[in-house]
T-cell receptor, first 107, second 112 residues
Framework: EDQVTQSPEALRLQEGESSSLNCSYTVSGLRGLFWYRQDPGKGPEFLFTLYSAGEEKEKERLKATLTKKESFLHITAPKPEDSATYLCAVFNTPLVFGKGTRLSVIA | NAGVTQTPKFRVLKTGQSMTLLCAQDMNHEYMYWYRQDPGMGLRLIHYSVGEGTTAKGEVPDGYNVSRLKKQNFLLGLESAAPSQTSVYFC???????????FGDGTRLSIL
């Protein structure tokens, strides 16, 4: 059975304190992995797609990387507006979502 | 360009009542999905559609029915609501299976 595990469940950072979120998966024949951001009371918002091990994508303070067993979302010098829940999902028929990491960035 | 629009945004039902949640997308996407999101459970797929007139079961389909009569609309029905169906329901759409899904802002449903 395909599984996606995100860690930690919650993370509290000071503004400017860089860190990483982890998404580990057990999927036979990974076709793709997505990262989403979800703000309270809103639907998930697409951030990145990664298709193969070694691939990296960047957007502002966020950088997503992919290995054969896990993906990382690196947050560099975060700001309070980066506070949200970050979800990863691996491609299957259709997607299998992790439970998310709740990120709080304190000014 | 509204993207994915869900109606209603909030609803309270009594056990045994029925209702329909409406999802509309204006991106000409072929694929549409209904999820429910519960604390500690993450997003779980209820039903999905790969094109007009088609539907398929997801991970948690029991107690729900869907219809895709028009390409831009995907309806989720609860025939006899139960308290276990209290949740936040999200609709999403995508061009294809490998393309990112675009989500609406959800319907918060409480069943008493």
């Amino acid at each position: 059975e395909d599984q996606v595990t995100q860690s930690p469940e919650a993370l509290r950072l000071q503004e400017g304190e860089s860190s990483s979120l982890n998404c580990s998966y057990t999927v036979s024949g990974l076709r793709g992995l997505f990262w989403y951001r979800q703000d309270p009371g809103k639907g998930p918002e697409f951030l990145f797609t990664l298709y193969s091990a070694g691939e990296e994508k960047e957007k502002e303070r966020l950088k997503a990387t992919l290995t054969k067993k896990e993906s990382f979302l690196h947050i560099t010098a975060p700001k309070p507006e980066d506070s949200a829940t970050y979800l990863c999902a691996v491609f299957n028929t259709p997607l299998v979502f992790g439970k998310g990491t709740r990120l709080s960035v304190i000014a | 360009n509204a993207g994915v629009t869900q109606t209603p945004k909030f609803r309270v039902l009594k056990t045994g009542q029925s209702m329909t949640l409406l999802c509309a997308q204006d991106m000409n996407h072929e694929y549409m999905y209904w999820y429910r999101q519960d604390p500690g459970m993450g997003l779980r797929l209820i039903h999905y559609s790969v094109g007009e007139g088609t539907t398929a079961k997801g991970e948690v389909p029991d107690g729900y029915n869907v219809s895709r009569l028009k390409k831009q609309n995907f309806l989720l029905g609860l025939e006899s609501a139960a308290p276990s169906q209290t949740s936040v329901y999200f609709c999403a759409s995508s061009y294809s299976r490998l393309e990112p899904q675009h989500f609406g802002d959800g319907t918060r449903l409480s069943i008493l």
